[in-house]
């Protein structure tokens, strides 16, 4: 069964600390990786993804296919990180249409 | 920058009674999802849509539910009688491509409230 797990519902920590927000999958075939975020009041948007490797609002996400995780980090964290964050493995391959599973979700309070 | 739109925003309805909530998707994506949140529990896939057809849907999917593009704008899920347990936020999202790594992009999402 394709399953994600973020171990953590609430996380806190303060500004300036770096922060870890955990994501493992359990997943048939190679998933895309991603990460949405949702601000307060805001809608679902994509913070990042694997194949792009790429760093955004200086958080970044190394996907470990021997540990299956896909853990995002951030040396920094800033008040404004604090949001709700997903991690959505997308359902890839075969007749798939890309649909998104996302884990529980990992809200991040970042304290001045 | 183009945006997923959905109406309304809330919606309060009595059990049994059907109900539609509209999304319009980005308008060159061709590719349409309805996602929904339980209070308190996770995003759930609900049903993808393209080419006029639907080509995948979750278990909560059941024939309460469907989808219709009426026409080249709007995307709408119909719960045909609503129990208290479809109450939660619904979320629509588009794409512009097959591509798995193509980023779905997500409407401000329609609150339902069954009573």
């Known amino acids: 069964a394709q399953r994600v797990t973020q171990p953590e519902k609430l996380l806190s920590v303060f500004k300036g600390a770096p922060v870890e927000l955990k994501c493992n999958y359990s997943?048939?075939?190679?998933?895309?990786l991603f990460w949405y975020v949702q601000y307060s009041r805001q809608r679902l948007q994509l913070l990042l993804r694997?194949?792009s490797r790429e760093s955004i609002k200086g958080f970044t996400a190394d996907l470990n296919k021997g540990e299956t995780s896909f853990h995002l980090k951030k040396p920094f964290a800033q008040e404004e990180d604090s949001a709700m964050y997903y991690c959505?493995?997308?359902?890839?391959?075969?007749?798939?249409?890309?649909?998104?599973?996302f884990g529980q979700g990992t809200i991040l309070t970042v304290h001045p | 920058e183009p945006e997923v739109t959905q109406t309304p925003s809330h919606q309060v309805t009595q059990m049994g009674q059907e109900v539609i909530l509209r999304c319009v998707p980005i308008?060159?994506?061709?590719?349409f999802y309805w996602y929904r949140q339980i209070l308190g529990q996770k995003v759930e896939f609900l049903v993808s849509?393209?080419?006029?057809?639907?080509?995948?849907k979750s278990e909560i999917f059941d024939d309460q539910f469907s989808v219709e593009r009426p026409d080249g704008s709007n995307f709408t899920l119909k719960i045909r009688s609503t129990k208290l347990e479809d109450s939660a936020m619904y979320f629509c999202?588009?794409?512009?491509?097959?591509?798995?790594?193509?980023?779905?992009?997500f409407g401000p999402g329609t609150r339902l409230t069954v009573l």
């Open positions: 999202a588009s794409k512009g491509t097959s591509g798995r790594t193509d980023t779905q992009y």
């Open positions: 997943y048939s075939g190679s998933p895309e």
């Open positions: 694997h194949i």
């Open positions: 959505a493995p997308n359902n890839a391959g075969g007749t798939s249409y890309g649909k998104l599973t």
């Open positions: 308008s060159n994506h061709l590719y």
């Open positions: 849509f393209y080419n006029n057809e639907i080509s995948e």
